[in-house]
T-cell receptor, first 114, second 114 residues
């Protein structure tokens, strides 16, 4: 069982380009999340989905979009990347999305926007 | 809205020293509290969590945390640290305010010197 996989591991991207970060989980968890991690700021929630077909905005959603076509996949898209989106992006999942859930994290994608 | 404050951004200890990392949260309702650890170059892993019951929670690798409701605190402790405990530690909280998401503190970087 792999848990959560993310791709790519790292990416350097020119500003203005479109980029999709992939996240797949094999635990059949209903809820999935995208965070960005920045030095001194901890992890901040970008978007979440508590079940396939639904998504919600987190603390820092601007410039990002997500979709949840099925249970396993939760891609994060940057429509037109900007340097302030340089960060490490973590995908996570939990069983139901309720407040007693434990979230499990993927290995992360390091994105640099030049 | 809930928030989490971690007292120290950086902590440096020698091996065998005792560790206490401070964490305070702000939310007046029912909360669940977590400590996650991120070893260098790795993704976040759950150290321990508190949902209810005994306020002293024991986690992996000899870590424990005590929930003190009156102080809105959930400090992480370890009696004797090892070099392998060098990592960044994140306190996080969820609450029962509707659909709950995980709010992280900004993290504490622990460096243990051999």
């Amino acid at each position: 069982i792999a848990g959560i996989t993310q791709a790519p591991t790292s990416q350097i991207l020119a500003a203005g380009r479109r980029m999709t970060l992939r996240c797949t989980q094999d635990m059949r968890h209903n809820a999935m999340y995208w965070y960005r991690q920045d030095l001194g700021l901890g992890l901040r929630l970008i978007h979440y989905s508590n079940t396939a077909g639904t998504t919600g905005k987190g603390e820092v959603p601007d410039g990002y979009s997500v979709s949840r076509a099925n249970t396993d996949d939760f891609p994060l898209t940057l429509a037109s990347a900007v340097p302030s989106q340089t960060s490490v992006y973590f995908c996570a999942s939990s069983v139901q999305g309720g407040f007693t859930d434990t979230q499990y994290f993927g290995p992360g994608t390091r994105l640099t926007v030049l | 809205a809930q928030s989490v404050s971690q007292h120290n951004h950086h902590v440096i200890l020698s091996e065998a020293a005792s560790l206490e990392l401070g964490c305070n949260y702000s939310y007046g309702g029912t909360v669940n509290l977590f400590w996650y650890v991120q070893y260098p170059g790795q993704h976040l892993q759950l150290l321990l969590k508190y949902f209810s019951g005994d306020p002293l929670v024991k986690g992996i690798k000899g870590f424990e945390a005590e929930f003190i409701k009156s102080k809105f605190s959930f400090n992480l402790r370890k009696p004797s640290v090892q070099w392998s405990d060098t990592a960044e530690y994140f306190c996080a909280v969820t609450s029962n305010s509707g659909y709950s998401t995980l709010t992280f503190g900004k993290g504490t970087m622990l460096l243990v010197s051999p």
